[in-house]
Every structure is written in C-alpha cells, then in structure tokens.
C-alpha cells in the first residue's frame, strides 16, 4: 500500500470535499496555500507552518505538509518580509506544497480537532452549539467531577491545564472547542454545559468562569489541536497509499 503517490490537485480536492471547505466564513484561505511540486508521495503534518516544521519536512524529504495553522490571516502585513520570507523561501526553495484547514478542520465530525478530542478523553458527543456549530457538547460516562475530567486531561494532553472554578462541582454535559475559543465560555453557559474547555485562556474568563460558576479548564491551544492535523493526515495517507509522518514542535501555550 505504501510508496504510492497522488498528483498535486488529487490530494487538494479530495481534502476540498472531505472537509466541505466552502462553508465556513474563516480567517484564512483553506486549501493549497504554496504550490509545491506535482507528484506528493511523502506527506508531512504539524499543527502550524513555522520554521521549525519546515526544517524538518526539507529533511525528511517531503513533497507536501498539512497544517492547521497556515498563512495568510485576515489583517496580518502583506508583505512577504522577515520571517514570512524565510518561511515562503523554504518551501518554494524546495518546491514543497502547503495545504492548511483551519476552521473546517476543528469543525469536522470524525478527524477534526474536537472530534479527535472526544475521542482521546471518551466523551460521548451530544450536541453541537455557538457559531458555525463549533462548539462541542458531550458527556462521559466514567467521570463524575471537573476535577477527575482534570486530571485526565493532564494525563491524555501530557499538560497541566489550567482550571478555574470549583474542581468538585459535578459533571452533566461537558462543551469544549480546540484552539483560542476561550471567548465561547458565555455560549457554554446559554447551551447549558457544566464546564467548559479550550486552549487558551484570557484574563476575563477567569471572571465569567467564577461568576457563572461554570468552569473553565484552559488546555493548550497547540495540545488541544495536536490531534485533528493527524487524523487528517493518516486518512489522506491511507486514501492514496502515500507516506505520512507528523512532527510535533512543541509549543507551550
Ligand atoms: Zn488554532
């Protein structure tokens, strides 16, 4: 199966289609963002397209690299100076491809970030809630408190997250969404959820976390969202026949 390879737009318009990439208003361009070489037989995944992924993917010989966090965000300086020079460089330097999935990939119901998430800490999905139905909502059947939801989070996420509120308040229905959706905590709180996890954490939170009394269980942005780009990329790989490697640079927030 393996060492096969798959033409450039093969692999764009499969992940097109898997990841309905047309239907969200995001912040970015999802898709082929730098046009690498035709022919993709070895294909790498990072969570967001920094040097240090690049690097790695010139050395392991890649033709293609899957990210969540690409370029090209709404707003950010046009021109392609510093760092973003570097990067562009890198890979057209080595005719390497870029292909990123932002807002589809934490949206999708079998490989995407959150889907991935309720996977590691065995939720059970119950519901979605807030803008583009981002938000998740679940419960689990082995966890009685926020506390030992915590803990084994510390455990899967290989992370202290960092939680506001009442660790023995008791669980119903858990809402989570990966990344720096810290700001969905009011949409948790209407859509009825017990606690509340994301990425990142923002200095009023911690104030709607203490006053709703829902808390908040700030995980890692980059831990949370280790998962989807894998997913993602093991079925590509297996799709084709292609080789897929993920490298994970560590990023503590
Ligand atoms: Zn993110």
Redesign the pocket.
Known sequence: MLNKSVEREALAQFLASELQITRFRDYCPNGLQVEGRNTIKHLVTG??ACQALLDKAVELSADAILV??GYFWRGEDMRIVTQKQKRLKTLLGNDISLFAY?LPL?HHPEVG?NAQLAKLLNLEVCGRFGEDELGWLGKSVQLKTVGQLARLIEEKLERTPILIGDQNQLLTDIAWC???AQNMLGAAIEAGASVYLS?EISEPTVHLARESGVPYLACG??A??RYGVQALGRMAAEKFGILHTFVDVDNPV
Do not use: R
């Open positions: 969570v967001t969540h966090h932002h934490d970030n990966s990344g720096a990425g942005h980059h949370t969202e």
